[in-house]
């Protein structure tokens, strides 16, 4: 359900290994395309055809798939290339992928930031092959087939071959050194060798005229041989992808071990930024594998951009900013600082060069820029990113893009009329109008500031005074009501609107549910009527829906932070687990495990608020390593739960802060600003079984706030 994969990864690396059976949506696994209920198996066993590269992490119906340059260890004659062995003995860690295909071939890959690397262990055979399937790209589902439109392949020599395929309007090229001593090397063509060819050229393709092509070598295999196959990447050519296998995997032949080891040591260094105490072994597996899934992506191809010159960060499968940019954004933020300024760098040259910020952006040319999930959202991260004072930007630069973004696609009927359909639309616009003015003001622009915050107020625009609700319109996977609970700039006008404080968490009860009967979940190829139902029940969807995401914190601005503990334990608790199915739907690029890992911590940010908000925490203690020093959440009173993966059977009361300090000082608010969870410190929560008045009077500050007596 989570679409993830367990193939090579390297922390927010250009490239990705796995074994690839052509399944929804990585490529690896069993599953057909689905989008409602539980998937339906396209296989009745685990099973690969090879190993491809690059792989989406978490993604829904995305449409584009990757998994480019296959490589195929086999035994069998060229004519077999495409069928699938099964798989098993399956072993994955951070960096490292293994299994055996059941033509008794043992297969490991591991990746760097652009190389991969195989090795492969054959057993004894008159005719061993390693084949490089360069025409290679997609899944075998409906419409999921990606047709290079260019190619080239060239063999060297002496193990060493290289190709360009231009895919999705970008130049993939590889270059490639296989150790295999006395075997040969040859070129081939729909499963044809070219004996003697150096060089194949292909100046158009197409889906009629496609046929496979790539690279190969072969020869007698002895019993427990090892062949190495060494791929070096580049955006820009086969010349920088020799030089990035060169700097990665060195000059001395045989590299696996380095590149492996490199890999789980960068690995460490990420993980290690979060640390936690406590909790059952699965509820700190499954913390371990969302931080892990969290640093996936984005991709980044430092000096890689096929569309700009210039050297610096670009960065790929930002998929999207409405999955991420509420809780993936700010986690790397917090504990990858750099890669965090990188991509807002290569956000803003994107705008620079495209027009406009994207709200996805893949590694290919064109418009799909999924415009319609929503609008302006890397306003957020990158006012966040100033106001926090440590990424090396031109400011002012970025105030010229985030001005100019604000006018286009919906922007403009938003700039003309304050409102705009989809009504949602008109909530992100006047949020980045409001994120857009902060950075304004920082920078010294009071008049600029001002007009925008006078756009800002805009978001009143979307809702129905008479229902307190967002008004009726198209809405982006999801209904009014999973909207309507946003965490706006100005939450306390936001209730005021709804009818106040009782009539505002009425709602909010009716959309979790409370004193509702329980909903029967879809299971297999549910039927139109059966969603529709659902859909009409105007509920809380789960945490995979990116509207749903934010509105258990909603609780705080209303008084009831014990409202949001008992939604997110109940989350916690029930709907993640070790298994298969144990993310309650698409991760979504990492959004949905940085929810884990953030709710598990008893902390939300606010994207584009400059706050955290505060909930009682899953482990007794966790440690964050933030850029300005570690920031330690710890507990007196933590009841240490079971997850339902460890059998729960019971419903468990929930765990409510009863009292808090902040560096020994008493905090008798729900929230803390960004800067002071940045810069380090200790938090300490008191928990216990019962709500009790903490947090109700002191709520996180809302934009229509009088200001504190310092800043009047």
């Known amino acids: 359900m989570g679409n993830t994969h367990p193939g090579a990864t390297s922390p927010l690396g250009m490239v990705s290994a796995c074994a690839y059976s052509g399944a929804y949506p990585t490529g690896y696994g069993l599953y057909s395309k689905n989008t409602e209920g539980v998937p339906e198996e396209m296989f009745d066993r685990l099973q690969a055809s090879g190993f491809t590269h690059f792989q989406q992490s978490g993604t829904g119906a995305i449409r584009k798939y990757y998994n480019y340059v296959r490589v195929t260890p086999m035994v069998q004659p060229l004519d077999e290339l495409g069928q699938s062995w099964g798989l098993s003995d399956e072993e994955a860690s951070p960096g490292y992928y293994a299994a055996t295909l059941d033509t008794g071939i043992r297969c490991e890959v591991t990746v760097g930031a652009k190389v991969a690397v195989h090795r492969y262990t054959f057993p004894a055979a008159s005719s061993g092959r390693v084949v490089i399937d360069m025409s290679m790209g997609g899944l075998a589902v409906e419409l999921g087939r990606t047709v290079p439109l260019r190619a080239q392949v060239e063999s060297m020599g002496l193990g060493r071959a290289q190709g360009t395929v231009v895919m999705e309007g970008v130049p993939l090229s590889v270059y490639a050194e296989v150790d295999s001593p006395g075997w040969r090397q040859m070129l081939w063509y729909d499963r044809r060798l070219i004996d003697g060819g150096t060089r194949l050229d292909f100046d158009s393709i197409r889906h009629t005229n496609l046929r496979p092509f790539g690279m190969l070598f072969r020869g007698n295999a002895r019993a427990g041989q090892t062949v190495e196959v060494r791929l070096g990447f580049s955006l820009r050519g086969c010349d920088q992808a020799r030089e990035n296998l060169r700097r990665e995997c060195g000059e001395d032949g045989p590299s696996f071990g380095r590149v492996r080891s490199a890999t789980r040591s960068r690995w460490r260094d990420h993980l290690d930024k979060v640390k936690v105490d406590g909790g059952t072994q699965a509820r700190r597996t499954v913390f371990s594998t969302a931080l892990y ?163 800002a107020k805009g978001w009143v625009n979307a809702f129905d005074p008479a229902t307190g609700l967002l008004r009726d319109s198209e809405f982006y996977e999801g209904g009014k009501w999973n909207y309507s609970f946003r965490l706006m700039h100005d939450m306390a006008a936001r209730i005021a609107l709804a009818g106040g404080d009782d009539a505002f968490l009425a709602k909010l009860d009716r959309f979790f549910g409370y004193g509702a009967d329980p909903v029967e979940q879809p299971g297999r190829r549910p039927l139109a009527a059966e ?108 009841r240490d739960d079971p997850i339902g993966s460890d059998g729960l059977d019971r419903e468990l009361p929930a765990q409510y802060v009863q009292s808090a300090t902040l560096n020994g000082q008493p905090l008798h608010g729900t929230h803390l600003s960004a800067a002071a969870v940045h810069r380090g410190g200790r938090l300490h929560l008191r928990l216990g079984p019962e709500p009790t008045s903490w947090g109700r009077g002191n709520r996180p500050p809302s934009l229509s706030d009088p200001p504190p007596p310092e800043e009047r």
Not at 416 to 445: M, S
Request: aromatic letters at 12%; charged letters at 20%.
């Open 531 to 638: 969603m529709a139902a659902g859909y009409a029940l105007n509920r809380f969807e789960g945490l995979n829906n990116e509207p749903d995401m934010e509105a258990p914190w909603a609780y705080h601005w209303a008084g009831r932070p014990g409202r949001t503990a008992e939604i997110v334990q109940s989350a916690l608790t029930w709907q993640f687990g070790t298994g298969p199915g144990g993310l309650p739907g698409n991760d979504d690029s990492g959004g949905l495990s940085s929810w884990y890992v953030w709710a598990s911590l008893g902390l939300f940010p606010v994207a584009g608020q400059q706050q955290f908000l505060i909930n009682a925490p899953a482990f007794e203690r966790a440690a964050i390593d933030m850029p300005g020093g570690e920031f330690v959440i710890e507990t007196s009173g933590l």
């Open 293 to 455: 899934h969290s640093l996936i992506k984005p991709c980044f191809a430092d000096d890689e951009s096929p569309f700009w010159p210039n050297s610096g960060p670009y960065a790929f499968d930002v998929c999207t900013m409405w999955d991420i940019y509420k809780t993936q954004l700010p986690l790397l933020a917090a504990i990858a600082p750099e890669r965090s300024a990188d991509l807002l760098e290569s956000l803003i040259r994107v705008c620079e060069e495209e027009g406009n910020f994207p709200i996805g952006y893949r590694m290919a040319r064109g418009a799909d820029r999924f415009f319609r999930q929503a609008s302006a959202l890397a306003h957020t991260a990158i006012a966040d990113a100033q106001a926090l004072g440590r990424a090396e930007i031109d400011w002012a630069w970025a105030l010229v893009h985030m001005v100019d973004d604000l006018r286009r696609m919906y922007g403009e009927d938003f700039y003309e009329h304050g409102v705009v359909h989809p009504i949602t639309h008109t909530l992100d616009l006047a949020y980045a109008y409001q994120c857009t003015a902060r950075l304004a003001r920082a920078l010294g622009d009071r008049r600029l500031a001002t007009d925008l915050q006078e756009k």
